[in-house]
């Protein structure tokens, strides 16, 4: 438990649509990153480093430049395929702060989906390499297809029903109409729509997917000391984590622990270095990319057994502002915008300065956990100052 | 010729590592020359005893259906005459901790379950320029 770090500022650009943003991609990550140094009281001069996730297009090259940084001390990305990266990219600045390489490190997500490839449609490239040479010739060839197969095999191991992922759906659609920025703000969702709604892949409805959206989100972290003399009262990193089990990045489905979220290491280093449990956590975010991922990581998150998950869920216990963990207060991936899940760092922080708009009341730990059944998974666990 | 996905949908890369698997007709695991260790997909080292050297095993090629998932969304233009189809892991009898991805040739779309006894069959595929695969695919037992 170190909070030697701690966020000092948050900031996104307005969310759209899929192909709804006028503005270019790098135009998006600016403005998150201005606003996030604003909401600090920070000069953007004095950012000096960036850190982000996946191949972040919008490199700190290019930021530097483009925002007159004043000297650039430190840039990093994490590898993995998807928002697993979201908690570990804010892990390796508090690392990096800690350590005295850089002052001020920006953390952000930029994602324009309208203007790149859309992360839901498949390449149908002639021919497929590595562990997909072993999937994609029989027609898994998206994210939702290749994570169907994980899911279906968890549900049938624990007797784990369609109504269980229906919640963490209905969860973000309901705590999306409270959000103002949520693009499913005004379109309530209801059991009957999402069961009603079309097969993309059995056991996902459409209402399990993500949408594809444009956008970008951003943090700023300092030191504990620094943070003290700026605008907003700091959320202190209590403990971070990422990681995998023993083989668990085995390709093809064929990890010995099959099928896992790639959850159960990183709750267990969570948890041991945070010195608190997971009854302990006031609120938490669980990105979405599909809902039967959340209550894989849910369970291996350590909230509660894999044959428990349907209660667990169930009758409002994790809807704000009753239930016993509300999840995805801002709407989430799938209720408020999906910026690969930097969205949901950016409500795990303002749940600590009483700023959500599904705000729990007197959050003390509030958690984010990255992106499900890709791998490395990473979590963060903030506090109150 | 592919009976479930259209005739230009994506084919394995072939390497060195899995060119048996994907070309020999026959279900030939990697296994550790040293050791013994069998390990699939295929790597460059024995993740047991870190050797480089390997032999194949061969397996019966009858299996049980340990997971699937039936595809409805059509992720790319060239599977809109596909969908729906199934995708099925099969977990080999003689090499239970093997998992192997397939289509069922026998079976409609909504006729795969967890659980159904299946037997490896083949699909040879000449493409354009020549090369040969023979790619593992699935019949339930009746
Ligand atoms: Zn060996």
Redesign the pocket.
Known sequence: MHRRTAVVGVGESVYYKRGGAKESEFRLACTAIRRASEDAGLALADIDGFVSYRDERNTPLRLAAALGIRALNFSAQTWGGGGNGCASAVAIADAAVGAGYADHVVVFRALAQGQFRRFGQASGATLAGGSAAFTAPYGLASAPQTMAMDTMRFMHEHGIGQDALAEISLASYEHAQRNPRALRYGTPLTREDYHASRWIAEPFHLFDCCPENDGAAAVVITTMERARDLHKPPVPILAAAQGLDYRASVGAYNAPNFPTAHYRHVGTKLWERAGVGPGDVDVAQFYENFTGPVLMAISEMGFCEPEELDEFVSDGNIRWPDGRLPINTSGGNLGEAYIHGFENINEAVRQLRDESTCQVEGAQLSLSVSGPLAAPGSAILFCRA | MRSILPEDWTLPAVDELNEAFFTSGRILLQS?A????IQHPPEEI?H????TEFETRESSGRGTVYSYTVIHHPAHPKLAQSVPYAVVLVSLDDFPDVRITGNVLNRAFDGVSIGLPVRAVWEEIKTKNGAVYRLPQWEVVE
Request: proline fraction near 0%.
């Open positions: 550790c040293g050791c013994g260790t024995c047991r005893c870190q050797g």
